[in-house]
């Protein structure tokens, strides 16, 4: 066996083989989200997402986990990824300093449309870590500003201390044809916000119910019952994507863990139309 | 252009396994263990397990001597090809580590030449399975395409079936029509057996030629037809591929699951015998001094707590559902994701169920409401 150069070229790496990018930093989110930027090496095609993909990110001797891509798709040099700590491997991803190396497959799975949405209302329904993999879309949707008509976010979360962006979303809100909302289900004494489920936000917005596509992400429940709240307040169902979560191995359909229905959550989704998903939604342990 | 069509003798089959290893490859046949059929290294016809056979039925298996010359009148162990083209362990790469930082160490599987002697039809179409999903599918593995690549298939005809066989309701077999290099007909009619030989692919013409062998009668090709139709329609497990995506999704709260939940263990050991069933799992293994980390890819089942737990819990809790969900995978969904069954009608979940739980009978259940036939 021969040392190989620190990123074998990308043609001749197997799925399976991550490429090792250096951080180059950590933000603390809130108490226990964090925000990683990473440096892949210049060119690699790992590097190159769609709003809504997700990569595979390794900690040697530790494990492997997907995790949706955070940033702005169109800053090539840097990936970034916003991570909940909750289990052994997200709490060594979310504890590296700024210099080592983590490992990147990717990126992997279905984006949101973002192509289709053009000329129409966006409606972004998030719920806790779930604004993670709708960021990149809010930030194709504001480069691209002139080709989407109205831009809405709803965001729901535990608490006000579980709200992820806060000074950026603050920021969308203020924005022309921009509505930003967030609600939490306990708002603590110093909260003047909304509290309640996302869905309660519905009524605040405005927009052209046929003229809107709606992209999700949030707890399985909280989407199931916003897309069908959704279909009722008039936006066709194949307007409305959701982003599922499953376990995940190996993002490349081989491990079988993802399967939900006829689906592999990695390779026909993770977003996929309500069309597609409305059937297997109130199956109890599909 | 007509198959060329050869008549081999026991001799013949020696000289195929001789050129195979001078080719480089290594060759394997069903080979009796101490309790089952297994895949071994194999270097002359002689270590093929003579007059053995094996009695199958649900969580039954025996070996029988029933004497006689046939060489391949065994069947199915719970071995398949799976074990060496889809490898039960294997590391898929290895890292290093300085401080902080960590490299990747080149860590390409090696290409290793196999040919095998005596296989099934189900289980050249479980092959065919395997390459939907791991070759042809958006990406392909590149373990199992090293191992693919080398792989040389002689298959052998069935003209009896186990009790738990339904190929014929997969269409695998028990004629093999596609993806061997050669297929034997073992004809027992002489005093010694003689062997019907047709080739696949080229390889296989090239390397029946060399033989020498002398071409076979014409009629023989009808007469295995023949001989196949004869064991398919004995065949008395049957499943209805086609009614299956039907009967999966309108059976989802039916109270059947439960009752096989209250027989099923969730062992897993249906989807370890089975020679399609291709879901993996990643371990970590670290040095004690921490500088280098492996990562391996090993076989799973769909049976177990943790395969679908995300943050929160598992998506399938019960057992019921775990065997819901592969019976469902196996017959209905994986035509819907692949284009053909992910079963190929071996009866190898029939035969290890330690519960005796037969996949076909539930579906007959399941189809018709009522307890099936058999």
């Not at chain 2, 819901?324 to 069954?341: D, E, V, Y």
């Not at chain 2, 071996?346 to 259940?365: K, N, S, V």
Request: contains cysteine; proline residues 7%.
């Amino acid at each position: 066996m021969s040392l190989a150069l620190e990123t074998p070229a990308a043609a001749e790496r197997s799925v399976m083989e991550p490429v090792a990018a250096r951080l180059a930093s950590v933000a603390k989110e809130t108490h226990d989200t964090f925000t990683l930027n990473l440096e892949p090496p210049e060119g690699d095609p790992v590097a190159v997402f769609q709003p809504g993909q997700f990569s595979m990110l390794y900690v040697p001797g530790v494990g492997e986990l997907p995790i949706s891509i955070s940033g702005d798709p169109e800053r090539r040099e840097q990936l970034t990824y916003t991570i909940r700590s909750v289990g052994q491997v997200t709490y060594q991803l979310v504890t590296r300093r700024p210099g080592d190396t983590i490992g990147i497959r990717g990126p992997f799975g279905t984006a949101w449309p973002m192509k289709e949405s053009r000329g129409k209302s966006v409606l972004i329904v998030a719920g806790g870590i779930g604004l993670a993999p709708l960021r990149p879309a809010i930030y194709h949707i504001l480069r691209h500003r002139g080709d989407y008509n109205r831009l809405v976010v709803l965001y729901g979360g535990r608490s006000p201390r579980d709200l992820l962006y806060k000074k950026e979303f603050a920021a969308w809100g203020m924005l022309p044809d921009t509505q930003a909302l967030a609600t939490v289900d306990y708002g603590g004494v110093s909260w003047r916000g909304y509290v309640g489920v996302v869905t309660t936000l519905f009524r605040h917005v405005r927009m052209q119910p046929k003229e809107t596509v709606a992209m999700l992400c949030g707890p399985e429940i909280m989407m199931r019952y916003a897309s069908r709240e959704l279909e009722t307040r008039g936006i066709p169902p194949e307007q409305i994507h959701l982003s599922m979560e499953r376990n995940m191995k190996c993002a490349v359909g081989f491990c079988g863990h993802c399967q939900m229905g006829p689906y592999f959550v990695c390779k026909d989704g993770p977003v996929f139309p309500y069309t597609s998903m409305k059937p297997y939604m109130d199956l109890y342990e599909l | 252009m007509r198959k060329k069509q050869y008549r081999l003798e026991r001799t013949h089959l020696n000289s195929l396994l001789k050129l195979l290893r001078e080719e480089g490859y290594q060759t394997y046949g069903p080979v009796r263990g101490e309790l089952a059929m297994e895949w071994a290294p194999l270097t002359d016809v002689g270590e093929l397990p003579r007059g053995w056979t094996s009695a199958h039925g649900p969580a039954h298996y025996r070996l029988e001597n029933r004497g006689g010359e046939s060489l391949f009148g065994y069947r199915n162990g719970p071995e398949s090809l799976k074990k060496f083209l889809h490898p039960p362990r294997a590391r898929i790469m290895k890292a290093e580590r300085n401080g902080g930082a960590f490299r990747i160490l080149e860590d390409r599987p090696a290409a290793a030449k196999r040919a095998f002697l005596g296989v099934k039809p189900c289980d050249v179409a479980a092959v065919a399975a395997l390459d939907r999903v791991l070759l042809n599918d958006r990406y392909s593995d590149d373990i199992y395409q090293a191992n693919r690549a080398g792989l040389f298939l002689i298959a052998v005809h069935c003209t009896e079936c186990a009790e738990t066989c339904f190929c014929a309701s997969s269409k695998a077999g028990p004629q093999a029509k596609t993806g061997f290099d050669i297929a034997l007909h073992e004809r027992l009619d002489g005093a010694m057996p003689e062997y019907f030989a047709e080739c696949g692919t080229a390889a296989g013409a090239a390397l029946l030629e060399k033989t020498g062998a002398p071409p076979a009668p014409p009629e023989w090709a009808r007469e295995l037809a023949d001989a196949c139709a004869l064991a398919a329609g004995a065949q008395q497990r049957k499943v209805d591929f086609s009614s299956a995506a039907a009967v999966v999704e309108r059976n989802y709260d039916s109270p059947r699951w439960d009752d096989i939940a209250r027989r099923c263990m969730a062992c897993g050991n249906c989807t370890q015998a089975c020679p399609t069933c291709f879901c993996v799992n990643f371990e970590e293994h670290s040095s004690l001094d921490l500088q280098t980390a492996e990562r391996h890819r090993v076989w799973d089942s769909c049976f177990t707590q943790n395969f679908t737990y995300i943050h929160g819990g598992s998506v399938r809790l019960s057992t019921k559902s775990r065997y819901r969900h592969w019976l469902g995978h196996k017959l209905a969904r994986w035509q819907q994701q692949f284009g053909s069954p992910g079963c190929v009608g071996c009866g190898r979940c029939i035969t290890w169920c330690p519960a005796g739980i037969d996949i076909t009978a539930e579906f007959e259940w399941l189809k018709a409401g009522a307890p099936a036939a058999i």
